[in-house]
Structures are given as structure tokens and as C-alpha cells.
């Protein structure tokens, strides 16, 4: 949890966590979900969604500027990515 804390916002990639702990990630996955209840890809997606929420509510920044720092590819795969975890578009998030 605190490597996910320090590089959630550069690395989305379960592999990046398994490689840096010397474990598979399959292994790395089992044993935190036999901990947590969650799966390591869906730590990395709860930060980054809980990440990506307080930046829409708290800063001035745009979306494409927000998908940049959360590093997702392109504004558009942020807005797909954000719809499937909220159920609505970070425009309508930033809207309530």
C-alpha cells in the first residue's frame, strides 16, 4: 500500500508494483485480495479514481490537464476510464 501510495499517479500497471516487490503479479494480486478483499488492480483503480475525484472537485485545472497528471494516454481513454468506476463523465463529476 505505501509503494501504490507513492506511484499511483506514474504507474497503473499491476506489473510495475509485482516487479518493484519481487513477486509475479498474479502472486502479488492473490495475496492482497486474500488480504484485502481487492485485487492489486483495483487498489491502483480506487487511488486513482479517488485521486482523479478530488482534483475535479478542488483544482482549476481542465480534464486534459488532470488526464495528463494522472497519466492516461489521452483525455478521451480518462473519460472512459473515469465513466466506468463513477457511472458519469468527470465533466458531470466536476458539475455536483
Known amino acids: 500500500m ?3 501510495s507513492e506511484a499511483y499517479i506514474k504507474e497503473l500497471r499491476v506489473n510495475y508494483y509485482a516487479k518493484e516487490l519481487f513477486l509475479t503479479p498474479k502472486h502479488l494480486s492473490s ?5 484485502s478483499g481487492k485485487t492489486a488492480g483495483e487498489w491502483i483503480d480506487v487511488f486513482v479514481i ?3 475525484k478530488s482534483l ?4 482549476q485545472k481542465n480534464i486534459q490537464e488532470i488526464s495528463d497528471e494522472l497519466n492516461f494516454a489521452n483525455q478521451s481513454f480518462f473519460g472512459k476510464y473515469f465513466k466506468h468506476y463513477t457511472g458519469m463523465s468527470p465533466k458531470e ?3 455536483l
Open 56 to 59: 475535479l472537485k478542488s483544482s
Open 2 to 4: 505505501r509503494l501504490l
Open 93 to 95: 463529476y466536476r458539475k
Open 31 to 35: 495475496v492482497v485480495k486474500e488480504v
Open 50 to 52: 479517488f485521486e482523479a
